[in-house]
Nanobody
Framework: QVQLVESGGGLVQAGGSLRLSCAAS????????MGWYRQAPGKQRELVAG???????NYADFVKGRFTISRDNAKNTVRLQMDSLKPEDTAVYYC?????????????????WGQGTQVTVSS
């Protein structure tokens, strides 16, 4: 069965940093896209960052220059280093995996989601 296990969320002050990690297992295809979406209360889920197996990355404008995505293809893990956090970054962050580059770019929804991890940034 597919499992995406996330870790690293928590509470941090504005300007601080957090690192999210996600490990995927049981995925029945060769993973191309990995990345993160987020959803704040009352808002739609939105792409934060995606990365392909070849290392191509895509970032939402609101995190460019502050967040960095990376992955280990051999271990099927993806990380999101979040620096210079702002209160508006407060949300539940969801790891995802998919089989296409389009999913890394946010053009189509992923195949599988993690359970989500809460990130709270206080002002």
């Amino acid at each position: 069965q597919v499992q995406l296990v996330e870790s690293g969320g928590g509470l941090v002050q504005a300007g601080g940093s957090l690192r999210l990690s996600c490990a995927a297992s049981g995925v029945p295809f060769s993973i191309n896209a990995m990345g993160w979406y987020r959803q704040a209360p009352g808002k739609q889920r939105e792409l934060v960052a995606g990365i392909t197996s070849g290392g191509s990355t895509n970032y939402a404008d609101f995190v460019k220059g502050r967040f960095t995505i990376s992955r280990d293809n051999a271990k099927n893990t993806v990380r999101l280093q979040m620096d210079s956090l702002k209160p508006e970054d407060t949300a539940v962050y969801y790891c995802y995996v998919g089989r296409s580059t389009a999913q890394a770019m946010g053009f189509t929804y992923p195949d599988y989601w993690g359970q989500g991890t809460q990130v709270t940034v206080s002002s």
